[in-house]
């Protein structure tokens, strides 16, 4: 008897089937497949990607990726930058409480007041206002600000040569002008205040680690060109 159209129809399918299955062995195991799985409530199949495309995906993640080296482990390998920053944070603190005690004179200084250390005496001496203008606290308050930034652990990443000679000069610059406050206290005023003195002494430090750094920096420049 000879066969059906409908035998030979499911012959040629399963020939073909057998061919695609021969094929698929030699794919690359890259390729993604999919499973059906019902999806809730209407009966679709929805493709899953294959466990090879799952790990190729998870390779590329950035979880994955080599982390790069971030702020607290550059702390913990730059002891010289990071006191200069814990230094400018302090004198900011200083020299905001010495501005908020310029302007509104019913703050207590807590400062000793007789003797010779008298925080009043030297705040509200002609000696406070630079020309007569400019209230020495407002501006230790602005260079501080400047100085908290570019010591900060973002501005000393920013390697570049003009970054390092403007904080070189920015503290020498201010290294002068506590100079001359010292002068104005020691020697016009005859006092001294505890927290303009808090404020130099961090100056001064800043002072020494900056010049130092900056003594190692262009040695190392220089035997780098030779």
């Known amino acids: 008897m000879a066969p059906s159209k409908q035998q030979t129809k499911r012959g040629r399918q399963a020939v073909s089937a ?15 497949w999919t499973t059906p799985v019902p999806a809730s409530g209407n009966g679709r199949t929805v493709p899953r990607a294959s466990a090879a495309t799952d790990g190729a995906d998870a390779a590329t993640t950035p979880e994955a990726a080599e982390p790069a080296v971030g702020v607290a482990a550059w702390m913990r390998t730059h002891p010289l930058a990071m006191t200069t920053w814990v230094l400018s944070l302090l004198a900011l603190g200083v020299s905001v409480w010495l501005t908020i005690t310029h302007y509104d004179t019913s703050v207590n200084l807590a400062c000793p007041n007789t003797g010779i250390v008298n925080c009043a005496k030297v705040t509200t001496s002609s000696q406070s206002m630079v020309f007569g203008i ?28 003009e970054v ?31 927290w303009c003195t808090s404020v130099h002494v961090a100056t001064f430090l800043i002072f020494t680690l900056l010049v130092y750094e900056a003594t190692s920096w262009t040695s190392q420049t220089a035997r780098a060109r030779r």
């Open 18 to 32: 057998k061919k695609k299955a021969s094929h698929g062995g030699s794919r690359s195991r890259s390729e993604t």
């Open 164 to 194: 390092k000679w403007l904080r070189l000069a920015s503290v020498i610059v201010g290294m002068g002008f506590v100079l001359y406050l010292i002068y104005a206290e020691v020697i016009q005023i005859g006092n001294i205040c505890l």
């Open 134 to 161: 400019f209230p020495v606290a407002v501006l230790g308050l602005a260079f501080y600000v400047f100085m908290a930034a570019i010591n900060s652990p973002l501005g000393w990443r920013l390697a570049r040569r």
